[in-house]
């Protein structure tokens, strides 16, 4: 499954992780070891007229008053969320 957010796009960032402070003598630097910082992504449900809409949502999203607004219903879903992903069926 990927873990890339369906409304904002957000997805994994790259960067270092360190152990230590890093500043100092060259002999003292902290070892940088590569790391992925994965996005807080939780599963909404959300009812619709048609039916129910699961989506992979991070939660800086989930707090945005537009996100709220498509909870609450005074906002329609825009179409590209309610389609089903296919995802797993294209080929490699």
């Known amino acids: 499954m990927s873990r890339v957010c369906q409304v904002s796009g957000a997805g994994p960032m790259k960067g270092h992780r360190r152990r230590h402070p890093h500043s100092g003598a060259w002999n003292l630097r902290a070892p940088k070891k590569k790391h992925t910082f994965l996005p807080n992504l939780q599963t909404v449900t959300i009812n619709t007229p048609e039916g129910r809409v699961r ?3 991070t939660t800086s999203v989930m707090t945005s008053r537009d996100f709220q607004q498509y909870l609450s219903g005074e906002k329609p879903l825009p ?3 309610t389609k089903k992903s296919r995802q797993h069926l294209k080929k490699k």
Request: proline share 0%; aromatic share 16%.
């Open 55 to 57: 989506l992979k949502v």
């Open 79 to 81: 179409r590209e969320w």
